[in-house]
C-alpha cells in the first residue's frame, strides 16, 4: 500500500470511530515527513478513564509487522469500536489517547526508527 494510502485509511478509520459518538466538533491535523508522520485526532467528547484506557490499549496490540498492509486493506469494512482500532493499531507504531479541557485527543505515529515523534507532537 502506498504512502498517501496509508494515510487516507487511517484518517477514514480514526474519523469512523469517532463519529460513532456524534461529536459536535472534530479536528485532524497530520505532520506529514518523508521518514514518518503523525496523526492527531481532537474531538468533543469527555471520555472516562476506563474508555480511554481501553481506546489506548486497542491502538498498542502486540506487533504484527507483516500483517499490516493486510489489515490496511480492510480499512472501510464494518468493523466497530474496538475491531476497528485494532485494525489502525496493526498499521501504526505507537498510539496515544488523552484526555483534553474539551474533550479527546487521540494521537496516531507511523514511521522509521529515524522518526522523532517528539518534535511532532501537538501541546496541549
Not at 506529514?32 to 492527531?40: C, K, R, V
Not at 489506548?56 to 476497528?84: C, F, Q, W
Request: aromatic share 6%; net charge negative.
Amino acid at each position: 500500500m502506498e504512502h498517501k494510502e496509508v494515510i487516507v485509511h487511517l484518517i477514514g478509520e480514526i474519523t469512523n470511530y469517532i463519529m460513532e459518538q456524534c461529536p459536535s466538533r472534530m479536528v485532524i491535523s497530520l505532520h506529514n515527513e518523508a521518514d514518518g508522520l503523525h496523526l492527531s485526532v481532537m474531538d468533543d467528547i469527555h471520555r472516562n478513564d476506563s474508555e480511554l484506557k481501553r481506546m489506548e490499549h486497542d491502538l498498542n496490540p502486540k506487533v504484527r509487522p507483516e500483517l499490516s498492509e493486510y489489515y490496511g486493506t480492510m480499512a472501510g469494512t464494518d468493523a466497530i469500536s474496538a475491531a476497528r482500532l485494532n485494525l489502525i493499531g496493526w498499521q501504526i507504531k505507537h498510539g496515544y489517547v488523552s484526555r483534553t479541557t474539551e474533550g479527546t485527543k487521540v494521537d496516531l505515529w507511523i514511521g522509521s526508527d529515524r522518526f522523532d515523534s517528539k518534535k511532532f507532537t501537538i501541546k496541549e
